[in-house]
């Protein structure tokens, strides 16, 4: 029974192209979340999705940023003409429901740095 | 708006003694949850402990142990017998349900250090 499973772990973009970040989550999960952590900090909340579905996206930057959860194949985390600042690493975790206050199932993270 | 606060940014302990992490928090709300996770260089998200607010007792898992004081806001992580593989940076996390489900607020984390 794998976990979550993120790819790629390590990503290096030049200012301006676009990084995209994909999230499986674990076997018969079907809501997925994630979560970016700067250098230094924790983990900030950005996006909750169900299949097909955003549900929170409060913690989103309005622009570059997009997230989508297909009703096949992973959650990609998608952001546009990056920048310096958008380098940290981002964690998806999954849950079976959305009333799951037991504590997610974290992937290990993409570490995304632009140069 | 809840915050998390880990007051101590680094800490030292020597093998087989017992260290403890502080954290405090700020909430209005008055169920909710507490976590302790363990990040190792393999940038992992480990959970360590979980806490329920209406729960008096302290959780316990083996050596690792907390310190809940609902009153003070206070949620101190406790390792006993303390192992090199322990050292990690530790994060405490406020969980509670807002718009539809249920979401963790992190503090900064304390990069603890196992001494052989």
């Known amino acids: 029974n794998a976990g979550v499973m993120q790819n790629p772990r390590h990503l290096v973009r030049r200012r301006g192209q676009e990084a995209r970040l994909r999230c499986s989550p674990m076997?018969?999960?079907?809501?997925v979340y994630w979560y970016r952590q700067l250098p230094e900090e924790g983990l900030k909340f950005m996006v909750y999705?169900?299949?097909?579905?955003?549900?929170?996206e409060s913690g989103m930057p309005k622009e570059r940023f997009s997230a989508e959860f297909p009703k096949e194949g992973p959650s990609i985390l998608r952001i546009q003409q990056v920048v310096r600042g958008d380098s940290a690493a981002y964690f998806c975790?999954?849950?079976?429901?959305?009333?799951?206050?037991?504590?997610?199932?974290f992937g290990s993270g993409t570490r995304l740095t632009v140069v | 708006a809840q915050t998390v606060t880990q007051s101590q940014p680094e800490m030292s302990v020597q093998e087989a003694e017992t260290v403890t992490l502080s954290c405090t928090y700020d909430?209005?709300?008055?169920?909710?949850?507490l976590f302790w996770y363990k990040q190792p260089p393999s940038r992992q998200m480990i959970l360590v402990i979980r806490?329920?607010?209406?729960?008096?007792q302290n959780a316990t898992e083996n050596r690792f142990s907390v310190n809940f004081q609902k009153a003070a806001k206070s949620f101190s992580l406790k390792i006993s017998d303390s192992q090199l593989g322990d050292t990690a940076m530790y994060f405490c996390?406020?969980?509670?349900?807002?718009?539809?489900?249920?979401?963790?607020?992190f503090g900064t984390g304390t990069r603890l250090k196992v001494l052989a």
């Open positions: 975790a999954s849950s079976q429901d959305r009333d799951h206050n037991y504590g997610y199932t």
């Open positions: 076997k018969g999960h079907s809501h």
């Open positions: 999705l169900q299949k097909e579905n955003i549900i929170d």
């Open positions: 909430t209005s709300e008055s169920n909710y949850y």
């Open positions: 806490q329920e607010a209406y729960k008096q």
């Open positions: 996390a406020f969980m509670k349900r807002a718009s539809g489900t249920y979401k963790y607020i």
